[in-house]
């Protein structure tokens, strides 16, 4: 069988990778160039643990290459290390890390970079895990973490303290969607020497730039959207600048974390129609809030992109785009009608992740774990992933279960 590895293979498209593209192209073609992978398009699954060497100097010297070489299979393969080159591209950043899940990716940035006695500003309104890590592991090391308002823009100045060492944000805020206006606060953070990280799941780097806005650290969990498909994990971790990439590095291989090759294979596949099922995503969460506010049970739909949202004015400044989750408040759902509403679905399913193929639909109950009111109203926020459905069939099942709810609010008054 004749082997390819000495044929030539076509070069480059004419446009040279990464120069002046815009970013459906980068998803389209980020990452190593089919020449470089022997004429494949899609980068190949290397498998690995062991990796061998050369000559004894070679192996003696091996850790040197940590950051960009191939030494041993928990730090990434040739697999890892080009989805790593896809997500940076789209980031537009100095280069990525790619961990296990999205929730390891969280632990690891903060881990990399705080020490017993520092003090960490997080946003109220970061997913739970994120909480539960800091209170349940990095409080027990003496990390002192104290909450802020999402709104609170440039006043963070007043929180800040000389241990500080890094401002925790996440927007949307997870199940509330709150805007947190980031540039005000990087600016406070760059005047003082304080790192900033941001969980930009929700958006993707195709609606939200967070290194272009003063932010160090863009995490977010590949699990949702950049995967698109429900069925694997990955999280990921991209530097403004090569020092702070190094630390990041060096955290998930002293912790020991590792993407699976073949989970890098299928979240790589899926930037490749990123831009396509996002523009999908937005355009069908649309037609949905739009429906939704025409029901007289709804009392607010949570959505930067919607004009009535609280945060639309720094949405519309900074972000894009708009994804496909949203939240909706209902005037209060009783357990019953709770039960109604969400157990008879035919096309919305209850389940916690989102950013695949499918509609989700989900309850919510944000205000306990908060240390700020939230605006949050008695009963059911309801969470809404706006899958590819076609939007007409998602409306039918959505208006079957408002007449379920009101059918059982009938009951009620009529006894
Ligand atoms: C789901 C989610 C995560 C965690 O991702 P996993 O890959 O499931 O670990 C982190 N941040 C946000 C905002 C999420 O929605």
Redesign the pocket.
Known sequence: MQDNHDRKWPGEPASPKGRAWQDPTRAVHGGPRPCDQRGLINPPVDRASTIIYDSVEAYMDRHQGLYDEVIYGLYGTRTTFALAEAVSELEGGCNTVITS????A?ALALTAFVAGGDHLLVADCV?G??RKFLTDVLARFGVEVEYFRPDIGAEIAGLCRSNTRLIYM?TPG?QTFDMIDVPAITAVARSRGILTAL?N??ATPLFFKPLAHGVDISLA????YLSGHSDC???TMTAASDAVYRQLKDAAARWGNCASPDNCYLVHRGIRTLDARLERHQRTATTLIEWFAQQPEVVAVRYPAHPADPGHAIWKRDFTGASGLFGVQLDGLTPPETSAFFNEFSLFQLGS?WGGFESLAVPAWPAPIRDFPNGEADGALIRIHAGLEAPQDLIADLAAAFARVRALRGQGQAS
């Open positions: 899940s999205g929730t390891s969280i997913y895990p994120t996440e997870s969980d799941t929700w969990s590949a699990t949702k994990l990955l999280g992740s």
